[in-house]
């Protein structure tokens, strides 16, 4: 048993030796040698144009357009949805068309991977969508063309955050999203249904937006009390610094629906 | 044709008198060039423009005030910055401004440095001594640097920052794949401090591999990772059916055994399912490995390897051997030394032994290696610099196997490779590269990741951070992450911890993960009692948790030697344990405490001290802390929590002397009914 394996061994390695000189040497130089080939043939023949990914036909053609799923959502600026935005094709009757052509379209830094594509089988078409580059609400326009050739819309809205926000948005999953948020995951229980007196989701507008952000400041510093409110609501002041809770109430503002006064521009196409 | 041309110039230098003023004429004309392109500029343009968008504004006195004409410019000469954009960027500091949706007059976002003190480059890059748009946003001749897509911005926050910021997600995550995904185990990338990035996750040693697993599994395994387990880390390389051949081959014959691990079956794999079940969710396996239901939904953390197909690859032997003890095959494991009997063992295998997949190696025929085989396999393994992620008998780890990334993101557009249609930039260029790195030429060794969209994006943030500046940042510009410990516990208690892998999930001193809490401080937080107890049979303090301590068999003589260990060397400074007693508090203040805790700090919006009332679910239940916690640690807990534990979820309420003592005498009196056996000397 021994001997059967240290022969192996010396095999493998009498094997070995040339084999990893000739693999250290040759395809490296050889690698490094095309590259410099490529990079200098690449970069004197080609411009900076880019190849215009070119429309596919679509084989069939639908009545409406709806939202599968990816809409509402909150992402950062410049950064891509946490979920890729999903749209349908139905006919008439309302089944799913497959082979349609769907067209996204946005403000113009709002760019679509894919841009365009025909529905598959399941009458869908999903798309990655990094928002564009300012904090504030997006509006995606979905469309396709009916049978006569008339465009049908469906508009999506997404929101960016900004850095303030961003840090809001940490600050809320850590101490706040448990109380405020109804809805529980198994990762993540909610402890919505435990409290005797219901906090508002922080998206819920028609609420949190006749709030002042002065009143918001003192609620979160100084907990329910400071505005006639339960105690079940903590104070934050001593755990959470000035910033934090300005930070907070700016994330407050950009989710809020419907949307706050201060929640920015609606960026979409123009 | 010539006597035009001469009579022109006769015309116009006959004699010394028109000669001059012609001379001066066209002098006076180039005088007039540069007021006139001045006058013209696109600068001038914004800030007309701004004054005019202003005028019809009922803030419009303010603004016109803090206007200044001209170029404008931030000088900072230790950051090497000179930026003329609020020439254009007129509104940047006007906080009234967020309402005008498009630069350059849109107030600029808040961030936590001042403008004035940082600049525009900093972040943004771009050329900040141009004073037109193209030459400022865009590379030119001169200039190589762009201004940074807004996705990337993040990238900037890394040149200074050197630890996770809670306001840049996308780096963070970015960074902390590069070290999980294992890129920096063949890419270099040194750190300001001389240290190296290094990678966290565990590829396991291949010198025995023969024990674990057939050649048929590897086979599989080379020519799909994903296929085997989605969630693995392990990217793929491309390989043709002959090389996946030749290298399992190689690796079967260069594997030598572990002694132990081809020990006989000691006890017959039990296949009974319930049992089974019942046992791994009662050992919490599901905190660390993960199984793909039916659903197709993953279940379960992901600090261990996937199971949901673990019975296609382990053999029988192998596996019982190392439930019966991990740290024999592989020593550095951060699996836990169960210290399973014979028959738990059997349960466990015979349930893991199930989770099998009849098409992973359906069509995996492969004949006895040949000599040549395993000697061309030999070859592609160092070839593809296999070593340089997993520890392979006889092939040594191999130095600089890919470029190194320290300076990535100041690599100049020249040197790059692009395909047909792509942007001439360095970002796209690192972004294609990680999505697709084979389609830039033949030959090329990096393999196939299975990265989403987003986390491709993170990436190239994390990467467009190491650049130039990173790498020369004065010190006192950096900010330095703290870095990890390699704190270590002495001695026999220090032993067992290692045996039972406490840090894969507990940090102690700066050291270890972070799914359970921090023990650095649990000799003052815990009665003796109470920690004997929960060693030898833990439950669960959190009703919400999913993930939670298991229980590891361990004798009376281990549970002494940790409690013994915990409660002298993990205390803190900051708690005086005979500053409060444990018991003697009076009626009054039990009663006050009570009023307290329900009606000024509404605890029980999280904690359930009496279960029949309370309902709060995301703190500790609180129904036995009089006999699981010190009250000199409530007492502390109720002034600063985040003192003891910092981050904790609990908030401050820097409660007052009274009201803390209050609390403390009646948490401390809640001591949950009738005790189980805590017969202890
Ligand atoms: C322990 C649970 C809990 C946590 C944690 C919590 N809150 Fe609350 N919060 C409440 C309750 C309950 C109310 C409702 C009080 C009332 O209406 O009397 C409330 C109310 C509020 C309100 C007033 C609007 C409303 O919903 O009625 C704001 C604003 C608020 N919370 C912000 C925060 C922020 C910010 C955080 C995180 C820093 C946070 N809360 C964390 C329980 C909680």
Known sequence: ?270 | MKEQLTSLWQRLFGDSVRAFGVVSLIFLGSLAIAPAKNFFSEWRHYQRGYLKMVRNRSDANTLQRHFHGGIQQIWLPELGVVDRCTSCHVGLKESSLTDVPVQPYRTHPVIPHKLDQFGCTMCHRGQGAATTVSEAHSSTLAWEQPILPAKYIESSCGECHRAPLPGTPQLNQGRSLLSREGCVHCHTVKLSDGSVMKATDDPPSLSHIADKTTREWIFAWLKDPQAYATTSTMPNFKLSDDDARDISAFLIANSTPVPGDTATLSAKASPDPAAGTSLYGESFCASCHAVQNAAGNMVGGDVGPELTRVGSKVKPEWLQAWLRNPRAYDPGTAMPHYRFNDSQVATLSGFLSTKTDSDLLANVHLADATPEQVAHGKRLVADYGCASCHEIAGIKKPENFAPELSRIGSKPVTQLVFLPGMQHTLPDYIATKIKQPRSFGQGLKMPQYTFTPAQIDSLTTSLLSLNERSNTLPPSLEVAATPESDYQPAGKAGKLMTDLACFSCHRINGHGGDMAPDLTWEGSSVQRAWLVDFLKNPGTLRPALIRRMPRFNLTDGEVNELTDYIMTVYQSPAVDRDSMPLSGYSQGQVELGRQLFYGKYACQGCHIVDSKTDKGYIGPTLTQVGSRLTAAWIYQWMKNPQALRPGTTEPNRAMGDEDAQALTAFLISQKGGAKKEVAKK
């Open chain 1, 1 to 270: 048993m021994t001997h059967v394996q240290s022969t192996i061994h010396v095999g493998t390695g009498a094997f070995a030796r040339p084999a990893e000189q000739s693999s250290a040497a040759v395809p490296r130089s050889m690698r490094y040698g095309f590259l410099l080939a490529a990079a200098i043939l690449l970069s004197t023949s080609c411009s900076h144009q880019h190849t215009t990914s070119s429309e596919p036909k679509p084989t069939a053609f639908g009545a409406a357009i709806v939202e599968s799923s990816g809409g509402k959502q909150v992402g950062q600026t410049g950064g891509l949805l946490p979920q890729p935005v999903v749209v349908q094709v139905n006919d008439a009757q309302g089944t799913a068309v497959a082979g349609a052509l769907v067209e996204f379209s946005a403000a113009p830094d709002v760019v679509f991977d894919p841009a365009n594509a025909l529905t598959d089988s399941s009458g869908q078409v999903t798309t990655n969508v990094p928002l564009g580059g300012m904090a504030g609400r997006y509006q995606l326009v979905a469309s396709t063309s009916d049978k006569s050739h008339k465009k049908v819309e469906l508009k999506i809205e997404e929101i960016a955050l900004g850095y303030q926000q961003t840090l809001g948005r940490r600050l809320n999953d850590q101490y706040c999203e448990r109380c405020h948020n109804p809805e529980s995951t198994v990762e993540r229980v909610s402890n919505y249904d435990n409290l005797e007196v219901k906090p508002h989701p922080f998206t819920d507008g028609d609420t949190l937006n006749k709030i002042s952000d002065a009143d918001l400041t003192a609620i979160i510093s100084h907990g329910g009390p400071a505005l006639n409110k339960s105690a079940l609501m903590p104070a934050w002041g001593n755990t959470l610094s000035k910033s934090d809770i300005q930070a907070l109430i700016s994330y407050i503002r950009a989710i809020s629906d419907p949307p706050s006064r201060n929640a920015g521009p609606v960026y979409a196409k123009n």
